[in-house]
């Protein structure tokens, strides 16, 4: 079965899309992305992901997109790929366009390009087992709360974790823990899960969003502050959230045991309760 994609208004099989060497996105990760989760078909959270590619869109001031007509989009490359019982992940990427190669903007505006791709999801590390991560300087630029397509510092840190037998990075900056290469992070401090209040240095994530409402719901006490480099031996629990990630304890941190070394309770129960949240198909409020 070819892989069907949608790419500017047409579903069409991946080998037939042609892009522009003069798109943007390819010249200058001139362009933004959203990736949504699918579980056993059901598409989780698709407001929400697509409220955040429209702020994103709004902050690179690119125009021309029907965002809401993404959803049925959506719901179409899962039922073309075969993928509407199982679980699988949407990919939604959109940028300025093809237009002759300069800096400032196309003038007059050209029509975005918007691509889609859908593909079964099979993780490579199951979120219960935990995983290892390490810290990394944060030598991304200052708009971190855009989901641009310039990810190469993320790709980079990342790289530096799986050669450190690790699944994730951790971005410091001025001494404090903000995110990872494609995560949220959270820390549990005598009882109190802690993580980064929302600046333009890290991305507002769904899961992030899901996770501070689980919290309240299974009555876990929660503060939006930042977390210190410094005081993350004194953590009882790690963990980072995410599309794929989950919520997954984070069992090492450079190579130090965090806590006793197995997912920590609040990691467990949130997992737990993201699950039951995206099985029951509960909305976002």
């Known amino acids: 079965m070819s892989e069907i994609t949608y790419f500017n ?3 069409l099989p991946k080998a037939e899309v042609h ?4 798109d943007r996105g390819f010249l200058f990760s001139d362009g933004v992305y959203e990736v949504v989760r699918s579980y056993g078909g059901a ?3 698709t407001e929400a992901h697509l409220e955040r590619l429209a702020d994103s869109l709004s902050a690179m001031m690119i125009a021309g997109v029907d965002v809401a007509a993404l959803s049925t989009v959506c719901e179409g490359l899962l039922e073309r790929n075969g993928l509407a019982h199982g679980d699988a992940l949407v990919y939604l990427q959109v940028t300025r366009g093809a237009a002759p190669r300069t800096h400032q903007f196309p003038e007059p ?5 918007v691509y889609g791709c859908a593909w079964a999801f099979d993780p490579p590390h199951r979120p219960e087992d935990g995983a ?7 030598q ?5 709360d855009i989901k641009t397509v310039a990810l190469i510092p993320n790709c980079m840190a990342n790289q530096r974790a799986r050669e450190a037998a690790a699944e994730e990075a951790l971005f410091v900056r001025d001494g404090v823990v903000l995110e990872g290469t494609h995560t949220n992070f959270f820390g549990v401090f005598l009882g109190v899960a802690r993580t980064a209040p929302l600046t333009n240095y890290i991305l507002a994530g769904v899961t992030r969003r899901v996770v501070l409402e689980l919290c309240e ?6 503060e939006e502050r930042a977390v210190l480099a410094e005081e993350l031996g004194e953590a009882h629990e790690l963990f980072m959230v995410g599309t794929t990630a989950e919520v997954t304890a984070i069992l090492t941190l450079d190579g130090r045991t965090v806590g006793n070394g197995r997912p920590g309770s609040i990691a467990i129960r949130l997992l737990a309760a993201l699950r039951e949240r995206a099985g029951s198909g509960r909305p976002m409020t």
Do not use: Q
Request: charged share 20%; glycine share 6%.
């Open 9 to 11: 208004g047409s579903f």
């Open 19 to 22: 892009l522009s060497p003069d």
């Open 43 to 45: 598409l989780f959270e």
């Open 109 to 113: 505006p050209v029509a975005p390009t």
């Open 132 to 138: 290892a991560a390490v810290t990394v300087p944060d």
């Open 140 to 144: 991304r630029w200052a708009r971190c």
């Open 217 to 222: 719901e299974i009555g876990v006490e929660v």
